[in-house]
Structure formats: structure tokens, C-alpha cells
């Protein structure tokens, strides 16, 4: 045999076999849909969450699948529109025909998309924070992330517990900012507390001293910031150099190193629910959350050599609640994994402890949240 | 009083930046009679630059350098390739031409570097001043002081240097001054360069008290064009009244009426003076000359 038809030979046999395998496994592929906000604004939030499903995709692939089915990713990026976000779950749902989806990293383009999947009814799980998406309970919609009210509830309780009385609001103009300013405001009587003063800051605002100069001259014992991103090394800067009293709460927003990095020394003393991801190592070793977060922070790291985030571990939870509704359907039937997904108990993640019922389509409690202080430039897990 | 002087702290800290901004904005429309609106994006390029050059393992005076240069070196990128080939375009077509300049260095930031919020540390320290009762930042006095002395060397480049006055000269009339030998290409370029640089510079200081982020450069390009505006496009001295007069009136307004409206103040302000009074506080009357 000359050299040449050899390579040709042996190349045909690699076709063949590679052929016959496809054939053996080509048990029907689950379809799971995703529409994530992996560029535009919210890219911090869409772009691990996009990495973490194609990294555990893969990982349940190479370990044979779900119930022997190999699971299929289709992703599309909405670029944080929720006008793309309707465009692309048409298509996953006309066209891909997925058996479920998981996606809708800002609440904006999960809300758009409701009508949709409610209509087709195809089990679908948001990875968005606001509670409107499951309150009231949507038959086909659940959800992984905390609901900001939750994170208010956290911070009220930990002002309680300090003998704190009055406290002072500063938030953003943002979707976040206000939701978290209602909830704010909402709760605060139910927890014992007087706001005395609530101040706003606009977008791109570089300087918030005369916001926290009214609310120091109301005087307050605590202060809880409503917002993300930028604002918030800035608000804490600004508290520092106007030396208030009294202790600065932000909310979950801030769980990102960068948040420390940003504000210096001026971020000790800060508090925060953080999700249970972020202090990991810190929780106690009977912690069942613990060896959760720490093989996902392992994995995430390994693959990606960057920081993980809280918003991969949302898309993280969404997976696995759903790899394991369909496992306890036996199927991809929709109908039937969304009734196994809503009986899900105890499903531990990395966002929490999950207990779904019909009421409830998040199925955790403020206890999901982690209190957090920042203490030498480093997250100090306080309960 | 005390949080009368703690408003008018902020107000002055962030108007100077404000004013550095409409520097720009006054300078280019100057030469070229060109509103760019990729202004903020110096801002921003001065900022993120630095801060990556940093990480780089640059040190950070250097790296600060490098990133007014890199701006620079943008600005020239964006005259030679957007706007001079553009010749003959209706001012309105200029200003689109910047406006997509601005939107893919935008986009090329978000990629090239990323789409985080970074901060730098402050020249000196972070221990607060306390003045009348009032707090000020180290931070605050250097932007203070590195926009009295820009205002001082722009006045001596465009009073005293055959440069400047060739400048001069071509924003009075581009055509005059070709006929005497300026070569009024040269200005328009010269007054990007000066224009990124000042902008970069913005961003340089402004970073150790506010991150900077791929995108920061859309709302501080905005109160900067609001704040060469009210000083009257094209004038030096009107863009830094009217850079202290936005952020005063924004801080005081935070302060003393409902902060929910803060930002509506540089905009309302804006559209006074586009109504009552277009050529602002320090413009000169635009004539139409048949």
C-alpha cells in the first residue's frame, strides 16, 4: 500500500469509527436554550454565567449525560437587550426547540420574555434578581438568584440586632437602585426602623458629599446603600472623607473583590449579604453549602484562570436544579419536569438551600444570604 | 454653613473636571468650528490607560504619561482619518463622524481592556482636610491645581506663542488665515492633540475619586459639552466658569433641593442658555456674515 492511500485508509477508518459512535450515542440530545447578556452593560453578570454553562455542559457530557442523553447548549447573546432577548427565546422556542431554558441574566429581558415561554410551556429558569419574577408565582417561571428584598430583610435584621433605629438611604436611579430603595422602604417598619433621610445620586455621578452630608445632618445610626458598580466605591469613599457615624450597609451588589479594591481602606467596617460563593472557604466545615462552593470555584477557576462570581453560581444552581428535575421526570417531557423542578427539596447550591413548592418558584430563605463585613481588605463571614 | 462649604467642596472638585472636559470642546470647535462628542472618551482612555499601563507593572506616574499620550495619539487618529478626509461635510455630518468615533473606541475599550470599573490611587493620601467644618480631599486640591495651571499655559500658548495666535487666528477666520500662511490643517490637528491630552488628563485625575469603566466617558463628555455651553463654545475662560458653574449648581442642588433631580440640573441649564442666551456666558455672538 503506498504511503498515500494509507493516510487516505486510515483517515476513513477514523471516520468510520468516530461515525458508529455518534450512531451509538445518538440518543436524542436534551436542548437546553439560553439567552444571556454576555456583551452591553451587564456583561459583568452575562459573561460568567455564559462561561459556567458551557463549562458544566461539557463536564455532564463527558460523564455520559443525563439519564444517557447528551445535554445541547444552544446560547445566544441578547447584548442586554430585551428586545433581543424576545427575538432569540421565538427562536429557541419555534425554531431550536428546546425541551427547557435557562437564562435572562437582567430582569428586564426575563420579564419580556414571560408571555412566551408561559404560552409554549417549556420549563424555564431566570437568572435575574428582582422578586417580580416569581411573585406572583408564573406556572413555567422559577428562578435561582436571591431577590433583592431578601438582601434588605438580611441587613434590616443585622440593624436590629445592633440596637439601630434610624437609618438613612442612598441609592441610584438604576432599575436595581429604585427596587431596592422600595423594598427599603417597604420593610423598614416592620424591623423597627425610621428612615430619616433617603438621597439619589444620577448615573455617571462622581461625587455623592452632598447626598450624604443631608443624610448625616438628619441624623442617622446606620445607613444602607442601594446600589452597584461604581457608585458604590464612591458612596463609601464619600462616607469616609465625611467621617459619618454610624455604620454603611450595602447590599448584595457589592459582593465582588473589586468593590474592596476600589474603595481602599475606606471599605472596613462596611457589611453586606453576600451569597455563601463569596466566603466559601470562610464557612464552617459542617456548612453544607461549603463543599459546593468550593468544587465550583475550583472547576470555574481551573477552566477559566479568572475570579469566579456570584452570577455564574446563579446559572450554576439553574443547571443543576434543572439536570435533576429532568432526572427525577425520567425525562425532558416539559410538563413533567416542571412539576419535578417545583417539588425540588433541600437541592443544595451555590446560591443556597432549595426547597421549591407551587407558592414558591425560588425556594430560598434570607438565611441563603451570608453576612459579610469587610475587615483588613478582605471579606470577614460574620453568620 | 458648614454643609454650605461641604457642597461648594464637591461643586468646585467636580466642576474642574468638568471645565478640563469643556477645555476640549472649546479648543477643537476653535480650529474647526466641530463639536466632538468623542470628548468623553479622552476621559475615559486617560483613565482606563492608566490604569492598565499600571497593571502592566508601569510605574504609575509613567503609565499616567503614556495614557495622555495614548490619547493623543487617538485624538490625531481620529482628525486624520475621520475628520480630514471628511472635508466639504456639513458640520452636522462632522458631528455624527465624531459621535461614531466615540462609540467604537467605546466598544474597543470594552474589548481591549474590559468592561470592569478600576480605580487609582490618590496623589496624596486620603486623609480628608477639614476646612470651615467642611471635608476636602488632597485629591480635590491637585485637580484644583492642575486646571489653574492648564488655564495658565493655554492662556500663554494662545496670548504668546506664534502657535497659539496662529490658532487665534484660524477661529476667527479659517479662510484669512490661510491666505497669511497658516496652515489651518495643521491647527485642527494640533487642537485634537491638545483636546485628547486635556481630556486624558480629566481621566488621570478623576479615576482615585470615581472608577473609571469603558463607558465613563458618556455622561462626563455631556456635562463637559454642557459646561462649554453655558461658558460659550470656544472660549477658554467660558469653559472653565461654565465647568464650576455645572458642577456648583449640580452639588447644590444635590444638597439643598431634592437630589432625585440633581442630574436634570446641567441639562436644564444647558437648554437656558440654548434658548436665552446661545453664544453663553463668555461666546462671542455668532455673526452670519453674507
Given at each position: 500500500m503506498s504511503e498515500r492511500s494509507r493516510k487516505a485508509f486510515s483517515v476513513l477508518a477514523g471516520a468510520l469509527t468516530l461515525g458508529l459512535i455518534h450512531v451509538a450515542q445518538a440518543a436524542e440530545p436534551i436542548r437546553i436554550g439560553s439567552f444571556l447578556a454576555v456583551t452591553g452593560p451587564a456583561a459583568f453578570l452575562g459573561d460568567p454565567e455564559k462561561k459556567t454553562l458551557e463549562l458544566y455542559v461539557e463536564k455532564i457530557n463527558a460523564e455520559g449525560g443525563v439519564l444517557g442523553h447528551p445535554l445541547e447548549l444552544v446560547l445566544y447573546d441578547t447584548g442586554t437587550s430585551a428586545k433581543n432577548a424576545v427575538t432569540f427565546v421565538k427562536r429557541l422556542l419555534?425554531?431550536?426547540?428546546?425541551?427547557a431554558i435557562i437564562g435572562g441574566t437582567t430582569t428586564g429581558e426575563t420579564m419580556a420574555v414571560i408571555k412566551l415561554v408561559e404560552k409554549a410551556e417549556r420549563p424555564f429558569i431566570s437568572l435575574?434578581?428582582?422578586?417580580v419574577i416569581i411573585d406572583p408565582v408564573k406556572k413555567w417561571v422559577f428562578k435561582t438568584p436571591h431577590t433583592d428584598r431578601m438582601a434588605v430583610e438580611k441587613v434590616y435584621a443585622d440593624m436590629k440586632k445592633e440596637g439601630v433605629t434610624e437609618i438613612g438611604l442612598i441609592g441610584g436611579s438604576g432599575g436595581f437602585d429604585k427596587s431596592c430603595l422600595k423594598n427599603a422602604e417597604e420593610l423598614a417598619g416592620s424591623y423597627g426602623l425610621t428612615i430619616k433621610a433617603t438621597e439619589q445620586y444620577g448615573k455617571?455621578?462622581?461625587?455623592?458629599t452632598p447626598q450624604l452630608t443631608k443624610i448625616r445632618n438628619a441624623g442617622v445610626q446606620a445607613v444602607l446603600f442601594c446600589g452597584f458598580g461604581a457608585a458604590s466605591t464612591i458612596v463609601t469613599k464619600n462616607y469616609a472623607q465625611l467621617g459619618l457615624e454610624g455604620r454603611l450597609y450595602h447590599n448584595h451588589g457589592s459582593c465582588s473583590k473589586r468593590f474592596i479594591e476600589g474603595a481602599g481602606a475606606a471599605a472596613e467596617g462596611v457589611r453586606l449579604p453576600c451569597a455563601a460563593l463569596v466566603v466559601a472557604d470562610q464557612?464552617?466545615?459542617?456548612?453544607?453549602?461549603r463543599a459546593v462552593g468550593l468544587a465550583y470555584i475550583e472547576a470555574y477557576e481551573a477552566a477559566y484562570g479568572e475570579e469566579v462570581s456570584t452570577f455564574g453560581g446563579h446559572a450554576y444552581d439553574a443547571l443543576f436544579l434543572l439536570v435533576g428535575a429532568i432526572e427525577r421526570a425520567g425525562g425532558a417531557d416539559p410538563a413533567a419536569v416542571r412539576d419535578a423542578l417545583e417539588r425540588t427539596r433541600n437541592f443544595i447550591g451555590v446560591d443556597g438551600i432549595f426547597n421549591m413548592s407551587p407558592e414558591d418558584?425560588?425556594?430560598?430563605?434570607?438565611?441563603a444570604f451570608k453576612m459579610l463585613e469587610v475587615r483588613g481588605g478582605n471579606w470577614k463571614y460574620l453568620y | 454653613m458648614t454643609e454650605f462649604f461641604q457642597f461648594l467642596f464637591s461643586g468646585l472638585t467636580v466642576g474642574a473636571i468638568y471645565a478640563l472636559i469643556a477645555l476640549g470642546f472649546s479648543l477643537i470647535y476653535n480650529a474647526s468650528h466641530l463639536i466632538n462628542f468623542a470628548q468623553g472618551e479622552f476621559v475615559m482612555i486617560g483613565g482606563m490607560a492608566t490604569v492598565f499601563f499600571a497593571a502592566a507593572g508601569i510605574e504609575l506616574p509613567l503609565a499616567a504619561v503614556l495614557a495622555v499620550l495614548l490619547a493623543v495619539v487617538v485624538a490625531v487618529a481620529i482628525e486624520r482619518l475621520g475628520i480630514a478626509p471628511a472635508k466639504g461635510t456639513s458640520a452636522v455630518g462632522l458631528i455624527i463622524i465624531t459621535i461614531g468615533a466615540a462609540i467604537l473606541i467605546r466598544g474597543l475599550a470594552g474589548i481591549v481592556w474590559d468592561r470592569n470599573f478600576h480605580s487609582l490611587p490618590p496623589i496624596s493620601g486620603e486623609e480628608p482636610l477639614v476646612i470651615m467644618g467642611a471635608t476636602l480631599l488632597p485629591q480635590s486640591l491637585w485637580i484644583f491645581g492642575v486646571t489653574a495651571v492648564i488655564a495658565l499655559l493655554l492662556w500663554f500658548f494662545f496670548a504668546k506663542t506664534l502657535w497659539g495666535k496662529a490658532m487665534m487666528a484660524t477661529a476667527y477666520n479659517p479662510l484669512a488665515a490661510q491666505l497669511v500662511g497658516i496652515d489651518t490643517r495643521k491647527v485642527v490637528l494640533v487642537s485634537f492633540a491638545l483636546a485628547g491630552a486635556l481630556g486624558a488628563l480629566a481621566g488621570v485625575l478623576i479615576t482615585p475619586l470615581a472608577p473609571t469603566h469603558f463607558q465613563v466617558g458618556v455622561m462626563l463628555g455631556l456635562k463637559g459639552f454642557a459646561a462649554a455651553i453655558v461658558g460659550g463654545l470656544g472660549s477658554g475662560l467660558g469653559a472653565i466658569v461654565g465647568g464650576l458653574v455645572i458642577g456648583i449648581a449640580e452639588a447644590m442642588a444635590a444638597g439643598y433641593l431634592s437630589s432625585a433631580y440633581k442630574d436634570a440640573v446641567a441639562f436644564v441649564i444647558i437648554l437656558l442658555f440654548l434658548v436665552l442666551?446661545?453664544?453663553?456666558?463668555?461666546?462671542?455672538?455668532g455673526i452670519e456674515r453674507v
Open positions: 419555534e425554531q431550536d426547540r428546546v425541551d435575574a434578581g428582582a422578586s455617571g455621578d462622581t461625587d455623592m464557612l464552617p466545615e459542617d456548612d453544607p453549602q418558584h425560588l425556594g430560598l430563605g434570607p438565611e | 442666551w446661545p453664544s453663553g456666558l463668555f461666546g462671542l455672538r
